[in-house]
């Protein structure tokens, strides 16, 4: 972490403004329901509520919902109504979404990179003792 941060050195000025959009964009999208629209869409281009709640094991209609608007909000997707009946809507990434997109691909990349070590990791972890809490050391 330390490497990277030293390739991309901190403004010198920090903008409040910023700052409290960036926040709040990677609050949002750090949640789990926004990323995995955003990879379905990627891959899907175009669907329907239903075909993306298919896709959501665990979801509510309500959870679904909310997370599209939001994404619609920030730009993140378009919905498009149809005029029939009933209605028909679809939703579809809009660049600014595509690109978001694009820039979380490297998470999967690097969880696809680093799977075995992770799960070596948590197995160990796993292993000791009352896995989480720390133990007393032993002075011997």
């Avoid at 490497?3 to 010198?12: I, N, V, W």
């Avoid at 949002?28 to 995995?36: G, H, N």
């Avoid at 948590?122 to 003792?129: G, H, L, N, S, Y």
């Amino acid at each position: 972490m330390l490497a990277a941060m030293q390739d991309h050195p901190p403004p010198r000025e920090t903008n409040p403004e910023l700052d409290k959009l960036v926040t709040e964009i990677i609050g949002r999208v750090a949640d789990k329901w926004t990323m995995l629209v955003l990879e379905i869409l990627t891959e899907n281009e175009r669907l329907r509520f239903t075909r993306i709640a298919e896709q959501l094991e665990g979801i509510s209609q309500k959870m679904l919902t909310k997370t599209l608007r939001q994404m619609e909000r920030d730009g993140l997707l378009q919905r498009t109504v149809y005029p029939v009946v009933p209605p028909h809507v679809e939703y579809q990434l809009t660049e600014l979404g595509l690109s978001l997109s694009a820039a979380f691909c490297g998470v999967w990349m690097w969880a696809e990179k680093n799977r075995g070590e992770l799960l070596r990791a948590r197995a160990q972890f796993d292993a000791t003792p009352a896995a989480g809490v720390p133990q007393p050391r032993v002075a011997v």
